[in-house]
């Protein structure tokens, strides 16, 4: 397969965390351990199907970021049927924990998870998800 080269800024310390990935993980280079990262990546948006899963979605953010809470609350409310239950941590005085569990299609999942992720104020965030559904391929 042809190569091609591009090249890349990053941030001091994404360039840091990049490294320790390297070698971590006995990459023989940095660019070895990006193609991995995102052929990761474009693994987990195959899960942008119709298949049904259960998943959940852990947040980590600032509640004094303004609104925050109202638009994570709005989100939320927006995929009712989708979420089983929501478990909020306070993990200091500044940051809560939210773990989400949700059960549907898998795009739904996706796009919620995305939704909430994407909002200001929120430190980190993860989904995943399994198949729930009765045939596995
Ligand atoms: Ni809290």
């Known amino acids: 397969m042809a190569v091609s080269r ?15 990935y390297v070698t971590d993980n006995t990459f023989p280079n940095r660019s070895q351990a990006i193609r991995q990262l995102i052929e990761r990546n474009l693994a987990e ?13 852990i947040l980590v953010y600032e509640h ?10 709005e989100v939320q409310h927006d995929y ?16 809560c924990m ?6 549907g299609q898998a795009y739904r999942l996706t ?17 995943v998800m399994t198949r729930s559904d009765e045939i596995i391929d």
């Open 6 to 20: 591009f090249g890349v800024s990053l941030e001091t310390e994404l360039l840091e965390a990049l490294d320790k």
């Open 45 to 57: 948006k195959k899960w942008q199907c119709n298949h049904t899963v259960a998943g959940a979605v």
């Open 64 to 73: 004094h970021k303004r609104e925050l809470s109202c638009k994570l609350m």
């Open 80 to 95: 009712f049927a989708e979420i089983l239950a929501v478990q909020h941590f306070h993990l200091s005085h500044d940051l």
């Open 98 to 103: 939210e773990i989400i569990a949700m059960k």
């Open 111 to 127: 796009e919620l998870a995305d939704k909430l992720i994407a909002l200001k104020g929120v430190r980190h965030g993860k989904l």
